[in-house]
């Protein structure tokens, strides 16, 4: 069997005295949707912070593609490879934030190039067309070289994630890609997420929507109290949880 | 009239000497003053420190007083003694006094710069080098215009220390013309020229924030 697309095993991560992550194990497989779901404060946040490095963990292992980001050692616990691998086995995931977070300064096509341009090394002209293809597949042509000041939080969030699949990554992750949006705007991101995910993307979703958890999401995880208290295909879990807590946190949401 | 016409000649020479050092000092305090920024926002706690304790040097003590000091002191001090010529002298205190200034403005500005931008950065495989350059400076130049400008100005009028190293900026050029002819006009004069250099500054200043002002945050 291939290695998984991400393969975390027993991750801890603690802020200070709080324990946050207290042994998350999961693996994904290629062209899998999984959705992490839970109440605020469980960690699925941090969990996905992890994986691309932008928390670091205190215990554990996580492989991406097979390749070893962090792991035990002879001689620690906990052991993460040098610099520059961890930049190339990163670079793998493309991430999109719940507050977009993007580059203010530029333009919706710089934005998109940006990192094409300056990580990549490749040329203008190389990059313009699958720029160009990207905001059309977001459907944000029209919106190319305007700044994102000028741009609804939907629209947003689209050329965030046209700006992470400009470098080409094998594993999307998402962190709450809807929370910060007015509650009209979210269908036309979810809508582009969905789209991703018939094309097979692999992707990592931590999301409050419930509705589409259930229909796009191939596997359903649910985290609470840092750890994953159930994790299985969306519509077992959603038809019929195993767990009390899985069970009162569905409840509360609808 | 006439008698303006007649002490312009000494005023104009005071001016050159004024713009001199504010151009000079300019051009060196900024890019200096941009790397004690950049070392004071470091992780290194040990050069952070460094960069702190020099800031509060040379925004601790007057500017004035590291000018007698470069020019009067630093012959005496043992190894690193070395005799500077009265304009390079003033030219150093300046540099090194302004860095500080501008450090500190640079460093608000790039302190400013939300988390969210490095981390948009970081996942898109922009190294910090990288980041700094393409995404987080080019945001803080924007931001940190107003106090640049401020600052600058300041800078125009501080010039008018060097006389206490004997050189004729234009302020002392034009107490010198006052002393021989009994007559406030020089002063006048010389306050008009201050006048037209930092209007001409705060216009290009103003020049640089419109340009900036194509992107809201």
């Known amino acids: ?254 | 009239m006439d008698y303006v016409m007649q002490i312009m000649g000494p005023l104009l020479e005071g001016t050159g000497v004024t713009l001199q050092v504010f151009v000079i000092t300019f051009v060196l305090a900024v890019p200096f003053g941009l790397c004690l920024a950049l070392l004071r926002v470091s992780r290194f706690a040990a050069v952070s420190g460094l960069v702190n304790g020099y800031i509060w040097l040379m925004r601790g003590t007057p500017l004035m007083l590291q000018m007698l000091f470069i020019y009067f002191a630093l012959p005496f001090v043992p190894l690193i003694g070395i005799r500077l010529p009265d304009f390079t002298a003033a030219i150093v205190a300046f540099v090194l006094n302004y860095a500080a200034y501008y450090a500190e403005i640079f460093r608000a500005g790039i302190q400013s710069i939300d988390r969210g931008q490095y981390e948009g950065a970081r996942v898109l495989g922009l190294s910090y080098t990288q980041t700094m350059r393409r995404i987080v400076l080019p945001q803080v130049f924007k931001r940190i215009l107003p106090p640049m400008s401020n600052e600058t100005i300041t800078l125009v009028k501080d010039t008018s220390l060097i006389y206490v190293l004997a050189m004729n900026d234009l302020l002392r050029a034009a107490r010198g013309i006052v002393q021989r002819d009994f007559t406030t006009t020089p002063f006048i004069v010389a306050a008009a020229f201050y006048l037209v250099m930092t209007l001409l500054l705060t216009l290009a200043f103003q020049h640089l924030e419109k340009k900036y002002a194509v992107y809201d945050e």
Not at chain 1, 192 to 198: G, H, N, S, V
Not at chain 1, 223 to 252: C, Q, S, Y
């Open chain 1, 1 to 254: 069997m291939n290695s998984p697309m991400i393969h975390a095993l027993d991750v801890h991560k603690r802020f200070a005295a709080v324990e946050v992550l207290k042994g998350v194990s999961l693996d994904v497989g290629k062209g899998e949707v999984v959705a992490i779901i839970g109440p605020s404060g469980s960690g699925k946040s941090t969990f996905l912070r992890c994986l691309n490095h932008l928390e670091t963990i205190d215990r554990g292992r996580i492989d991406i593609e097979g390749e070893t980001l962090v792991g035990a050692d002879e001689t620690a616990l906990c052991r993460y490879v040098a610099d520059s691998e961890l930049r190339r086995i990163c670079r793998k995931m493309g991430m999109v934030f719940q507050h977009f977070n993007l580059f203010p300064h530029l333009t919706v096509l710089q934005n998109i190039i940006e990192a094409p341009l300056t990580v990549k090394g490749l040329r203008r002209q190389d990059v313009l067309p699958k720029a160009d293809e990207l905001l059309r597949k977001v459907g944000l042509l029209d919106k190319r070289d305007s700044y994102p000041a000028r741009l609804s939080g939907g629209q947003k969030q689209r050329v965030a994630i046209a700006r992470a699949l400009a470098m080409e990554p094998d594993i999307m992750l998402f962190d709450e890609p809807t929370s910060a949006l007015d509650p009209e705007l979210t269908g036309e991101v979810l809508r582009t997420i969905r789209e991703l995910a018939e094309e097979r993307m692999t992707m990592l979703v931590v999301t409050h929507e419930m509705a589409f958890a259930r229909e796009v999401a191939s596997r359903v995880v649910f985290m609470d109290g840092g750890e994953i208290v159930e994790a299985r295909p969306a519509k077992e879990l959603f038809a019929a949880p195993e767990h009390p807590r899985t069970r009162a946190f569905l409840e509360n949401m609808l």
